[in-house]
């Protein structure tokens, strides 16, 4: 490998990157209400109907302010879709020469979208099926996982 300035082949430290992490999502989560809030202003002072009259776009600002405020949480879901992404990396390179490797994640039993052979004998097709999967169930796990919902916002989110 080359050298890289300044890299001694330490790996970071761990609380910088968390702290690091968390004023990004407080940085995100102020400028997301700004913009919403000269939305919702611009729109009164135009008195135009809203174009969101099922308030999805609420629920959704709602999520995001309660998933931001738990950095921490939020960091441990990203760290899990990680370590899933290097375990399907490194299982799609064994197979794409040769290997044999179990699946790092497979489709729900009775889920028809990948019934076609294709999904699981060409390793490109393979690894985009799978990729799909983690991410949607860590976009689905992650939303369901927010704390503090109300019923209704909590099911506008998770449809």
């Not at 761990?14 to 729109?43: G, H, P, Y």
């Not at 990729?131 to 169930?137: A, M, N, P, V």
């Given at each position: 490998m080359i050298d890289q300035p300044g890299n001694n082949g330490s790996f970071?430290?761990?609380?910088?990157?968390?702290?690091?992490?968390?004023?990004?999502?407080?940085?995100?989560?102020?400028?997301?209400?700004?913009?919403?809030?000269?939305?919702?202003?611009?729109?009164s002072e135009q008195g135009r109907k809203s174009l969101d009259p099922l308030n999805i776009g609420g629920a959704?600002?709602?999520?995001?302010?309660?998933?931001?405020?738990?950095?921490?949480?939020?960091?441990?879901?990203?760290?899990?879709?990680w370590q899933d992404y290097t375990s399907l990396w490194q299982n799609a390179a064994t197979q794409m020469m040769g290997g044999e490797t179990e699946h790092a994640v497979t489709p729900e039993p009775g889920d028809r979208?990948?019934?076609d052979a294709s999904w699981n004998e060409n390793d490109i097709f393979d690894y985009t099926k799978q990729?799909?999967?983690?991410?949607?169930?860590w976009l689905q796990s992650t939303v369901t996982g927010v704390e503090g919902l109300d019923a209704k916002d909590a099911q506008k989110v998770d449809f």
């Open positions: 970071p430290d761990a609380t910088k990157i968390s702290c690091s992490m968390a004023d990004i999502a407080e940085v995100s989560q102020n400028l997301i209400t700004d913009f919403l809030a000269r939305q919702t202003s611009q729109k959704f600002m709602e999520m995001t302010t309660r998933l931001m405020a738990d950095p921490a949480k939020l960091m441990q879901a990203n760290m899990k879709l979208r990948f019934k990729s799909y999967l983690l991410t949607s169930r």
